[in-house]
DNA sequence: ATTCTGACGTGGG
DNA sequence: CCCCACGCCAGAA
């Protein structure tokens, strides 16, 4: 059994995002026990940049604003994917993001 | 080894 | 809510 590193961890997390649900980079840092290094994660996501079967575009700060978009391809395919999942957003920000965070310490 | 950066978070004003 | 500054730690040059 080889050690989990930090990318796997949050790759670990990412991927038990629920359809149609998003969560911050501080809630999963957090549920790591990074809390704090919550920049640590966002960063793991590039890292992953769609290698990994990792669903970035739920993962959004935790102000629900999609700061990572410019990572992705195009310049609006972050948004494009949530909305194909049923989130509504309105620029870079998330409608009812409160409703449909998801949070790994709690629900999972 | 040092230096800088970074998909963030929190606190103070 | 906004703006400003600091802290966090892992990786690249």
Do not use: C
């Not at 999963?28 to 704090?36: E, Q, R, V, Y």
């Amino acid at each position: 059994m080889k050690e989990e590193g930090f990318f796997e961890k949050v790759y670990h997390i990412a991927r038990q995002i629920p359809y149609g649900r998003v969560t911050s980079y501080g809630a999963i840092a957090k549920h790591l026990g990074a809390s704090g290094s919550a920049r640590m994660v966002g960063w793991a996501m590039n890292a992953s940049g769609g290698k990994e079967d990792v669903p970035a575009h739920r993962v959004v700060n935790r102000k629900g604003l999609l700061t990572g978009k410019h990572h992705f391809e195009g310049t609006n395919l972050m948004q494009q994917l949530l909305e194909s999942e049923g989130i509504s957003v309105r620029g870079n920000q998330i409608q009812n993001f409160e409703q449909l965070f998801w949070d790994p310490a709690k629900e999972l």
